[in-house]
């Protein structure tokens, strides 16, 4: 594992309070369990970033051993790997999904704003 691809790959965990990595892209999925972990982010109705794995071949190789888990779709939330489309897919019929999804997003809005607040000051 390069050590410059783990620091890419935690900087996009820690920069996305809401962030998937997936085969393709949300608007056009590569495959069924990234499909499917889409559309339950999306029933979500919150924003997430997605790094597509095929189009960074170092990330998708180097990924399931930094995180040790093996396979695709993996989804992060406030920088914790939540799982794969099983686990996501079973977080969401749960209910457990959408509040999770909802406050990180809400805390990454109140961090953005205290931000543009401090710098005003």
Same mark, same amino acid.
């Given at each position: 594992?390069?050590?410059?691809?783990?620091? %890419?790959?935690? #900087? *996009? /965990?820690?920069?996305?309070?809401?962030?998937?990595?997936?085969? #393709? =892209?949300? *608007?056009?999925?590569?495959? #069924?369990? =990234? %499909?499917?972990?889409?559309?339950?982010?999306? %029933?979500?109705?919150? &924003?997430?970033?997605?790094?597509?794995?095929? $189009?960074?071949?170092? /990330? &998708? $190789?180097?990924?399931?051993?930094?995180?040790?888990?093996?396979?695709?779709?993996?989804?992060?939330?406030?920088?914790?790997?939540?799982?794969?489309?099983? /686990?996501?897919?079973?977080?969401? *019929? $749960? #209910?457990?999904?959408?509040?999770?999804?909802?406050?990180?997003?809400?805390?990454?809005?109140?961090? =953005?704003?205290?931000?543009?607040?401090? =710098?005003? $000051?």
């Amino acid at each position: 594992m390069s050590q410059e691809v783990i620091d %890419a790959i935690k #900087g *996009q /965990i820690e920069g996305n309070p809401i962030l998937l990595y997936m085969k #393709g =892209s949300p *608007q056009a999925p590569q495959c #069924g369990f =990234s %499909a499917q972990t889409v559309q339950c982010l999306m %029933a979500c109705g919150e &924003r997430f970033a997605y790094v597509d794995v095929l $189009s960074n071949p170092a /990330i &998708r $190789s180097t990924l399931p051993q930094y995180a040790n888990w093996p396979t695709f779709p993996q989804l992060y939330v406030d920088g914790e790997l939540v799982g794969g489309c099983d /686990i996501v897919t079973e977080m969401y *019929q $749960s #209910g457990e999904l959408e509040p999770l999804v909802k406050d990180a997003a809400a805390k990454a809005g109140d961090e =953005s704003a205290e931000s543009s607040e401090s =710098s005003e $000051s």
